[in-house]
C-alpha cells in the first residue's frame, strides 16, 4: 500500500512568490491534515479535512494560505505571496476515519519551502 | 490541550532497553496518549498508543500509571536504527477534529 506522498520534496523561491504544494493521501483515507515546522521550532497543525469539506482550519497563519481538496483525494496548500517566514517543512498526513480515540495518523516525508 | 514534558535529549548503548518518561499533568479524562518517531528528513510515524495500564506491539510497550499524569515509552533493546526524536503526545477523544500537538520531542541516540 503507497503511503502518503507530498510534492515536490524541496521548494525554492523569492518573497512575493506563489507555491503550490501537494499532498496524496492514503487511498480511502477520509481525513487529511496540514502541520507544518518552521525555523526549528515544534510541528504545528494547520487544518484538517474530511473528504472534501475543511472540518477545523484553526491553525492557518493567515489569508496567504489557501488549502483545497476538490473531490476529496489529493490537497494542495497555496501559499501567495510567500514571505520569508513561511519558510520551513510542511507535512501532510492522512487517516481512515474518527472513530473515537484511535485517529492514527499517517504522514508523508514533507516538503521543505524556502524563501528567499 | 494537554501540555506534555519530557526529556530533550537521551543516549543510549545498543542493545539496551530505553525508557523515556512524559508528563502530562493535566490530562482529560477522553484524552488518550499517543507516541510518534520521527526520523531526520521524514514526516512522524506512529508508534503507539494507550488510555491505560499497558499496551504492547511489536515496536514499544507503553505504560500508564493509574492517575495517568505520566506514561512511559519502552523501547527494548535499542539498535542504531532507533536513533530519531520521540513525540509524546495527548490527542483528544470526540473532539472532532484530531490535530496532533507536538512538543520538542526527545531525541534519543543509540550509540554502538
Known amino acids: 500500500e503507497a503511503g502518503v506522498t507530498q510534492f515536490p520534496s524541496h521548494s525554492v523561491i523569492e518573497k512575493g512568490q506563489t507555491v503550490t504544494l501537494r499532498c496524496d493521501p492514503i487511498?480511502?483515507?477520509?481525513?487529511l491534515y496540514w502541520y507544518r515546522r518552521v525555523m526549528g521550532k515544534e510541528i504545528k497543525f494547520l487544518l484538517h479535512?474530511?473528504?472534501?469539506?475543511?472540518?477545523?482550519e484553526s491553525g492557518m497563519p493567515n489569508n496567504r494560505f489557501l488549502a483545497e481538496r476538490t473531490g476529496g483525494t489529493y490537497s494542495t496548500l497555496k501559499v501567495q505571496p510567500a514571505e520569508l517566514e513561511d519558510s520551513g517543512v510542511y507535512f501532510c498526513?492522512?487517516?481512515?476515519?474518527?472513530?473515537?480515540?484511535?485517529?492514527?495518523?499517517?504522514f508523508g516525508p514533507g516538503t521543505r519551502l524556502t524563501v528567499l | 490541550l494537554a501540555k506534555t514534558t519530557q526529556p530533550i535529549s537521551m543516549d543510549s548503548y545498543e542493545g539496551q532497553e530505553v525508557n523515556i518518561t512524559c508528563s502530562h499533568n493535566?490530562?482529560?479524562?477522553?484524552?488518550?496518549i499517543t507516541w510518534y518517531q520521527q526520523f531526520p528528513s521524514q514526516g512522524p510515524r506512529f508508534i503507539i498508543q494507550?488510555?491505560?495500564t499497558k499496551v504492547t506491539n511489536e515496536v514499544a510497550s507503553l505504560f500508564i500509571p493509574a492517575d495517568r499524569k505520566s506514561s512511559t515509552l519502552s523501547l527494548p533493546r535499542v539498535s542504531l536504527s532507533d536513533t530519531a526524536v520521540y513525540y509524546c503526545?495527548?490527542?483528544?477523544?470526540?473532539?472532532?477534529?484530531?490535530?496532533?500537538?507536538f512538543g520538542k520531542g526527545t531525541k534519543l541516540s543509540v550509540i554502538p
Open positions: 498526513a492522512s487517516s481512515p476515519n474518527q472513530r473515537e480515540g484511535t485517529d492514527t495518523q499517517y
Open positions: 487511498s480511502g483515507h477520509d481525513n
Open positions: 479535512f474530511v473528504k472534501e469539506s475543511k472540518q477545523d
Open positions: 493535566n490530562i482529560a479524562t477522553n484524552d488518550y
Open positions: 494507550g488510555y491505560k
Open positions: 503526545l495527548v490527542v483528544t477523544r470526540g473532539a472532532g477534529s484530531y490535530q496532533l500537538t
